[in-house]
């Protein structure tokens, strides 16, 4: 049984390689095996490497110089998403960690969530109000909203509450600090973003490297003349045999 698929495998290989070569010696048999024709066939194989040695040597250089000018592309919107995503980060900056929690209101990096309700904690203001059977503790939001977290005396000290309030107030104090000098970096950030748009330096370099290419090639004979020498060839096989190969 394996003799018998080798025996298969190989009568395919030698059916393929008799029709690639008629294929690629029109004409019949004798122009395609004959060693009377080796001559001819040598004559438009060289013709063919020629002209097909010049066409892919073209076709890299152009297709090479291309890669390039997409890979400054690339290089550059990466390098403008970054800053883009610096200066989303500086505006809106994440809540960050939890710190520290108490009662309903857990104290994050750079925001406070009451009761679930995430608020920036930049421009609070905290205020402790003791009332017979609560602490209140007063968050002011810069635009004047105010919530209230109450926490029962029978659960809470009041100690407790007014050390929690002093840690809300540095925290605060801290973030608003963060947040100017957010605001410095913003500035910076934004003349850094409007350069990179301007910056098409590299990707302009490519683009004329591209226009170098295609018109140095346009000027090279060496490509005209080869493909010239092919279709005389190719004239010359036609006159031999009737058929005119690719």
């Not at 925001?111 to 203001?125: F, H, N, Q, W, Y």
């Not at 990179?196 to 170098?212: C, H, L, M, S, V």
Request: with cysteine.
């Amino acid at each position: 049984m394996d003799l018998i698929r080798l025996l298969v495998v190989l009568a395919v290989a030698a059916a393929a390689c008799t029709g690639w070569r008629l294929f690629r010696y029109p004409g019949g048999w004798a122009y395609a095996f004959s060693r009377s024709h080796a001559a001819d066939r040598a004559d438009l194989d060289q013709a063919r490497h020629r002209a097909g040695e010049l066409d892919r040597a073209s076709k890299k250089e152009r297709k090479e110089a291309r890669r390039q000018l997409e890979r400054e592309r690339q290089r550059h919107h990466q390098r403008l998403r970054a800053i883009e995503q610096r200066i989303d980060r500086l505006r809106e900056p994440p809540r960050g960690t939890a710190v520290t929690s108490f009662g309903g209101l857990t104290l994050h990096a750079h925001s406070v969530t009451v009761d679930g309700r995430e608020i920036p904690l930049a421009g609070l203001k905290f205020r402790v109000e003791h009332t017979k059977h609560h602490h209140a503790l007063h968050v002011t939001q810069p635009g004047g909203r105010v919530r209230v977290q109450r926490y029962p005396r029978a659960d809470h000290d009041e100690d407790a509450v007014r050390r929690f309030a002093v840690l809300l107030e540095d925290a605060a104090a801290d973030e608003n600090a963060f947040r100017l000098r957010c605001d410095a970096q913003l500035a910076e950030a934004a003349e850094e973003l409007a350069r990179a748009q301007g910056d098409t330096r590299a990707q302009d370099e490519a683009r004329a490297r591209i226009t170098e290419i295609e018109q140095r090639q346009a000027r090279d004979t060496r490509r005209h003349t080869a493909q010239k020498e092919l279709d005389a060839a190719r004239d010359r096989w036609h006159d031999l045999t009737g058929r005119r190969p690719r």
